[in-house]
C-alpha cells in the first residue's frame, strides 16, 4: 500500500527566503506526482505535475523535483511571500488500472510572515 | 476553459438526515471524477470515483453512496447520516487516470 510523507509538517518563514518542502512514498511504481496549495476553508489548487520519466518540472517560482528510485519529491519555493502562506499537498498517482486514484500526503503547513 | 462547481458551499445535518452533494464540471467531455473526503486530521481520502456515466467504483465502505447520471455531473449521497460524515467533500475531475487531477470549492459538511 502506497504511503506519502510530507515533512516538515509545518514552517514558518520571514518573507524573502528561499523554501524546500519533502514528500517521500514508499512504492516507486508511480505515473506521476502532483503538488497542491490548499488556502483555509478552500478546495486544492494544482501547482505542477511531474510525470515519473521527468526529473523536474518550473512554474514561475516553483521548482518541484522528483528521484522516482529513492521515493522522494521536492518542491522549491524561490523569494518566498506572505501570499505563498498555505498547505502544501503532494500525491502521487500509480496510473494504469488505478484511474487516476491520488494517495495524498498529509501536507505541510507554510506561513510567510512580512 | 474547465470548471468545476460543488454546491452548497456549506452544509449543517442532524444525524440520521439524508445527504445530497452535487458536482458539476463545465467545458470538457468524458472527464473521470472523483469524490474525497478531508477530516480533521485524517488528510484527505478517496471515496469513490467514476470513468463514466452510470460507472462508479468505491474505495471505502461506509454510508455513502454516488452517482453519475450524466456525463459531467457527479452526486455524493447518503439515506442517513452519521456523527463521522462530517467533514470537507471535495470533487475532482481529470480527462484520465494519468492526467493532472483539478479540485472543486469543496462543501464543508457538519453532522451535528
Known amino acids: 500500500k502506497q504511503e506519502v510523507t510530507q515533512i516538515p509538517a509545518a514552517l514558518s518563514v520571514p518573507e524573502g527566503e528561499n523554501l524546500v518542502l519533502n514528500c517521500s512514498f514508499t512504492?516507486?511504481?508511480?505515473?506521476?506526482l502532483q503538488w497542491f496549495r490548499q488556502d483555509p476553508g478552500k478546495g486544492l489548487t494544482s501547482l505542477l505535475l511531474?510525470?515519473?520519466?521527468?526529473r523536474e518540472q518550473t512554474s514561475g517560482r516553483l521548482n518541484a523535483s522528483l528521484d522516482k528510485s529513492s521515493g522522494r519529491s521536492t518542491l522549491y519555493i524561490a523569494a518566498s511571500q506572505p501570499g505563498d502562506s498555505a498547505t502544501y499537498l503532494c500525491?502521487?498517482?500509480?496510473?494504469?488500472?488505478?484511474?487516476?486514484?491520488?494517495?495524498f500526503g498529509q501536507g505541510t503547513i507554510l506561513t510567510v510572515h512580512p | 476553459s474547465q470548471t468545476i462547481h460543488q454546491w452548497p458551499a456549506t452544509l449543517v445535518q442532524p444525524v440520521g438526515s439524508p445527504l445530497s452533494l452535487e458536482c458539476t464540471v463545465e467545458?470538457?467531455?468524458?472527464?473521470?471524477l472523483y469524490w474525497y473526503r478531508q477530516a480533521a486530521g485524517r488528510g484527505l481520502q478517496l471515496l469513490f470515483y467514476?470513468?463514466?456515466?452510470?460507472?462508479i467504483s468505491s474505495e471505502v465502505p461506509q454510508n455513502l453512496s454516488a452517482s453519475r447520471p450524466q456525463d459531467r455531473q457527479f452526486i455524493l449521497s447518503s439515506k442517513k447520516l452519521l456523527l463521522s460524515d462530517s467533514g470537507f467533500y471535495l470533487c475532482?475531475?481529470?480527462?484520465?487516470?494519468?492526467?493532472?487531477?483539478?479540485f472543486g470549492p469543496g462543501t464543508r459538511l457538519t453532522v451535528t
Open positions: 475532482a475531475w481529470s480527462l484520465g487516470g494519468n492526467y493532472e487531477q483539478y
Open positions: 500525491a502521487v498517482n500509480a496510473g494504469g488500472t488505478s484511474y487516476g486514484k491520488l494517495t
Open positions: 467545458g470538457t467531455s468524458n472527464p473521470n
Open positions: 511531474i510525470q515519473s520519466s521527468q
Open positions: 467514476s470513468v463514466g456515466i452510470g460507472q
Open positions: 512504492d516507486s511504481a508511480i505515473y506521476n
